[in-house]
């Protein structure tokens, strides 16, 4: 198992593969330390007890977070080992996947208590997916699922990158054509891209593909393709005004 990479200050991730045919791609869990000593783990790769003893080493395992409905693999083990810690789910997983029991649902109206550290944003517009990105305020970090990708053309082979062309995602940080077909609603999703926009971020951690270490933000708003996104918001705002 690659061991737990730090990134910054109570802040680590690590990877594994996914079987994937013809495509080289890993599935990134990613762990902060809060200032109480309890570990806020993001999306929790397969489970294994060298994996468990690193996190113990770190802190107490307390809030494990599922970003979103279409991370759903890996948990029954994770719920098992530590049955004290709280689960989160994001709104639908619960009914997804009743057998596996989340105490909290991450929801706009609802604070949790580990908010003051890492900040919370339900992505709206895409309730297939419903993913929520995450903002770990001292290092500056944005974490996300989904919504961007960082594959490396380099590592992958021929049909891999055809895949990665047909996506969309063969220039760096992207957001792909997949994606981007579950948004259902384009001005919400543009809301919630801008923001994302206004947190003070200058890493992306994604789910799948490099960390990007400096200039996030920026990369961030060529992926997601923000100048579109704005202006189709300020012609729903526009349309909105003449109706009244």
């Known amino acids: ?18 079987k994937v045919p013809g495509l080289r791609i890993d599935h990134r869990m990613t762990v902060a330390r809060l200032a109480s000593g309890e570990l806020w783990i993001h999306s929790p790769i397969a489970f294994d007890e060298e994996l468990s003893g690193e996190l113990t080493k770190l802190g107490q395992p307390k809030h494990f977070i599922a970003p979103s409905r279409f991370h759903d693999m890996d948990w029954p083990a994770w719920f098992e080992r530590f049955s004290e810690a709280t689960f989160y789910c994001v709104p639908g997983m619960k009914e997804d996947h009743p057998e596996l029991h989340f105490q909290g649902v991450l929801e706009e109206a ?3 208590t ?45 049909i891999g990158k055809l ?35 206004n947190w003070d971020f200058d890493r992306v951690v994604p789910g799948h593909g490099a960390v990007v270490e400096k200039g996030g933000k920026a990369e961030f708003q060529k ?15 526009n349309r909105m005004d003449r109706v009244e």
Request: proline share 3%; net charge positive.
């Open 1 to 18: 198992m690659p061991p737990l990479r730090q990134l910054a200050d109570n802040l680590w991730e690590t990877s594994r593969p996914v």
């Open 110 to 112: 609802r604070r949790e």
């Open 114 to 158: 580990w908010e003051e550290e890492i900040g919370k944003l339900l992505v709206r517009g895409i309730p297939r997916l419903n993913e929520c990105v995450f903002l770990h305020k001292s290092s500056q970090t944005l974490i996300v699922a989904d919504l961007v990708f960082n594959l490396s053309m380099a590592e992958q082979g021929f």
């Open 163 to 197: 895949v990665l062309k047909l996506l969309g995602l063969d220039r760096g940080l992207g957001c792909s054509r997949i994606f981007r077909r579950t948004i259902k609603d384009r001005a919400a999703f543009a809301e919630s891209v801008r923001q994302v926009l």
């Open 223 to 237: 992926a997601v393709g923000w100048r579109k996104h704005e202006e189709q918001l300020a012609n729903r705002i």
